[in-house]
């Protein structure tokens, strides 16, 4: 097999998105669009990735490491592009894939299928991913020989009335036979109204050289480039149902696949059931037999066999439950780590903690971790009880098998075993309630009386 460099196209300024964030980096379940594009390249092992940015692109080079990026100044349209990636490989001389940075849906097996066909026999000097799009618009055209191979690309501006026609377009997605890339790429000239280097010239550049080029077709919805926030949107429903459907043919169940948000990287256990409207943010991690109740949101969490989430439950990154822990209703977790078979069933807030064991926790407990300047951690140990309204203030230790009476709140560390309560003490008045009464009633007929005088 030929060896291959990646090069992924993405100095574009994306001025349709309205956004001062370069287009590349805005996300889809919750990965930015270049990260989608390396990672369906990286399946490929190529031996070389190069990422074209614009100048002042930090933060795209930031997101694209490991990869190497190489700066196109000025912008000279794609042509150019590949030129100055090419101009960086050296002497390389095997395949080469050139992709946009926008194009986040495309899969590894199309960019394979690509790859095989500029190989297959008689081998192409250019082969191009096309889409078959019902209302081709501005896309550019590919136009086919009576033996089905790739005559041109023809930009919608410059096509006659019978390409116009044409449904089949360009994706903008390429693969070049790296013998002769760097001559093909450098014959490409500017004189076109923008005077930009266009990379679809190649084509035209390699058929008077009488080099064969080809091409496949894929799905719009994989191809097809993010341009506005409508698109954005386009793509991100599209890819929640892929990652939907991954989910269910794994073994996972989705009780309402439509109102469940998936990122790019959840990972799901098998029998694991989901509830509706349940959110994962990035980073987590589930495993085997859990429920997720009903609009529970969560990021950043690893979940153990057998536990039980919500419903409306949050649980924010550094949360970890070991197996069949219990987090119930309204209960919020960040940077806590929960015991095998602990329970926190309602009504409480956990935060830089780290629970023991077969610990129950009642209803409107809070560890409380910032004093206004720095966060304290809260230790539980095994079996220890805390009652409903307590209030734990970190830095604490509730030892193994304490119990924290309701309604305390907690500064200093429980010994093991002992009872812990931390209140004020309870102060009856006999007969004060009917003299409150008594006098609250007076007041409102006075007042009553007064308005009436108005």
């Known amino acids: 097999m030929s060896a291959l460099a990646v090069i992924v196209l993405a100095a574009g300024d994306g001025t349709r998105m309205k956004s001062a964030r370069p287009k590349v980096l805005h996300e889809i379940a919750h990965r930015p ?49 590949v030129k100055v990636a090419l101009a960086a490989l050296g002497d390389f001389d095997g395949d080469v894939l050139v992709l946009v940075g926008d194009a986040a849906l495309v899969r590894t097996e199309t960019l394979a299928s690509l790859l095989d066909e500029r190989r297959r026999a008689p081998e192409a000097a ?3 991913l096309g889409m078959r799009m019902p209302d081709p618009g501005a896309y550019g055209r590919l ?43 450098g014959a490409i000239e500017n004189k076109n109204a923008k005077g930009e280097y266009y990379l679809t010239d190649v084509v035209a550049i390699a058929r008077k050289r009488g ?29 929640q149902q892929r990652l ?3 989910h269910m043919a794994a073994g996972v169940t989705l009780v309402d696949p439509t109102t469940v948000y998936f990122s790019a990287d959840t990972v799901v256990g098998r029998d694991t059931v989901i509830e509706p409207s349940v ?13 997720i109740r009903a609009m529970s949101h969560i990021a950043g969490a690893i979940i153990g066999d057998g536990a039980i989430v919500g419903p409306f ?56 971790n910032y004093d206004g300047f720095l966060k304290h951690e809260t230790r539980i140990e095994d079996g220890a009880f805390i009652g409903s309204n307590a209030a734990l203030v970190a830095p604490v230790t509730i030892g193994a098998n304490a119990i924290v009476g309701a309604g305390s709140v907690i500064t200093r560390n429980v010994p093991a075993d002992a009872l812990a309560l931390g209140r004020g003490q309870q102060v009856e008045k006999r007969g004060a309630a009917r003299v409150l009464r008594e006098r609250g009633a007076a007041a409102k007929r006075a007042k009553a009386k007064e308005r009436s005088k108005l």
Request: charge should be negative; charged fraction near 20%; hydrophobic fraction near 45%.
């Open 244 to 246: 939907r459907a991954k």
């Open 211 to 239: 080099l064969a080029c080809r091409c496949i077709e894929a799905p719009a919805e994989e191809t097809v480039g993010v341009n506005s926030r409508a698109e954005l949107a386009v793509a991100e429903a599209t890819l």
């Open 313 to 368: 439950a949050r649980l924010r990154p550094g949360t970890e439950l070991a197996a069949k822990v219990h987090v119930g209703n309204f209960v919020e977790l960040k940077a806590a780590r929960l015991g095998e078979g602990s329970k926190a069933n309602h009504l409480t807030y956990i935060g830089d903690a780290v629970v023991g064991r077969e610990v129950n926790i009642g209803a409107g407990t809070i560890t409380c």
């Open 126 to 128: 250019v082969t191009v």
């Open 279 to 291: 959110v994962f943010g990035p980073g987590v991690r589930i495993g085997e037999g859990v429920e």
């Open 33 to 81: 669009m270049l990260g989608h594009v390396l990672d369906a390249a990286a399946a490929l092992q190529p031996q070389h990735t190069l990422v074209v940015i614009g100048r002042n692109m930090d933060a795209v080079a930031d997101a694209a490491a490991p990869a190497r990026t190489v700066v196109q100044s000025p912008p000279l349209g794609t042509g150019d592009a």
């Open 143 to 185: 136009v086919l020989g009576s033996d089905g191979s790739l005559e041109a690309i023809v930009e919608a501006r410059d096509a006659t009335p019978e390409q116009l026609r044409i449904t089949l377009c360009n994706s903008g997605m390429i693969a070049l036979d790296g013998r002769h890339a760097a001559e093909l790429v």
